[in-house]
């Protein structure tokens, strides 16, 4: 989760037995390779790194290979001669995919791992469909592993997608909710008070990342440009505004697709606030080795609970 996963998050997802993933599609090359380094001081442990492909990539690629990273993760485009060369450096490559004619592409490509993305799913979300239907389709049309994701924000979300095929769970905005996420305060606040049914799945918030669906809390942007009928860009409400501004990002306008860290000032509630539909069970923040520790210690009970016992 670009701008908010830091070195001290992954590091500690991977410490704990998960495998954290850092989001590096955003960096300079130098900031790039210091956070994969500050991660690797922090963890001996395997972790991986993320590249959208909706941008062009290939120095951020090629910096990362120097560095060795154990996984390499790519999002939003299928790029074969960007997964052969990760692969020919010696990196487990995953494709997140959010149908099963993708997911069939994307191993007919060389993919070691596909990511079936639901819809259910916080930020940038490629398809429309739901992760229950989704990850059966997926285990279905390929015979490499396959992660799910979207709406999982629990051990109960891990065991029901083990249950539909899945190998693992790969999980997003219950990390929103970590100590070490560098999220504003009132975006904070905001997701610990939402329910399941205040997301919405739009387009809106296209400055930036224009055509790419996602999914942010129904919040004052969203309302105010519903509340106008929804008006195509050029004629939404208040375009053009800055609503806040940020040390690392400078003036931020409305509908850009900037997120809400904690070093933005201003009009917070205007930004994206991405949040999956899990949000609605996520009432506190932990470390986020006590939420890996936490997920893998329900799973046992569930496992125990309905184990065949002889
Ligand atoms: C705030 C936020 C930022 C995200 N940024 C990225 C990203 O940079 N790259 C990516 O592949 N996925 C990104 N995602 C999507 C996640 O990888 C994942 O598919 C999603 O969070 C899973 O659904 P969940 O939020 O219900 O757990 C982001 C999700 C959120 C909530």
């Known amino acids: ?44 442990r395997p972790f991986g790194v993320n590249l959208n492909l909706a941008f062009p990539q290939e120095d951020r690629l090629r910096a990362c290979l120097e560095e060795g990273p154990a996984v390499v993760s790519f999002f939003w485009a299928l790029s074969e001669p960007m997964i052969a060369l990760a692969r020919d450096a010696g990196a487990v490559v995953m494709q997140t995919v959010s149908t099963a004619a993708e997911a069939k592409a994307a191993a007919a490509a060389g993919t070691d791992i596909v990511v079936a993305q639901g819809w259910e799913a916080g930020g940038h979300v490629r398809g429309s469909v739901a992760t229950m239907a989704l990850v059966p389709a997926v285990v279905d049309a390929v015979d490499i592993p396959v992660f799910a994701a979207g709406g999982i924000v629990d051990a109960r979300g891990v065991a029901a997608v083990l249950a539909l095929g899945a190998s693992a769970a790969w999980i997003g905005t219950r990390f929103l909710l970590c100590a070490e996420a560098t999220i504003h305060p009132l975006y904070r606040q905001a997701l610990l008070t939402a329910s399941e049914a205040d997301t919405v799945h739009t387009t809106l918030f296209d400055i930036g990342w224009p055509d790419a669906p996602h999914r942010v809390l129904h919040g004052e942007s969203y309302v105010s440009w519903e509340a106008a009928g929804r008006p195509p860009a050029g004629k939404r409400p208040r375009e053009g505004e800055i609503v806040a501004t940020s040390a690392s990002r400078g003036p931020i306008e409305r509908y850009r697709a900037t997120t809400p860290i904690a070093d933005v000032v201003g009009n ?25 520790r936490d997920i893998a210690a329900g799973l046992a009970v569930i496992r125990d609970s309905t184990a065949v016992k002889s």
């Open 268 to 292: 917070v509630a205007a930004l994206p606030m991405w949040a999956g539909q899990g949000v609605g069970a996520i009432r506190d923040i932990h470390p986020a080795a006590e939420i890996v």
């Open 1 to 44: 989760m670009g701008g908010i996963t830091g070195p001290d998050l992954v590091a500690a997802v991977s410490n704990a037995g998960g495998l954290g993933i850092l989001p590096v599609w955003g960096l300079d090359i130098a900031t790039l390779t210091q956070h994969m380094r500050e991660t690797r001081a922090l963890s001996a």
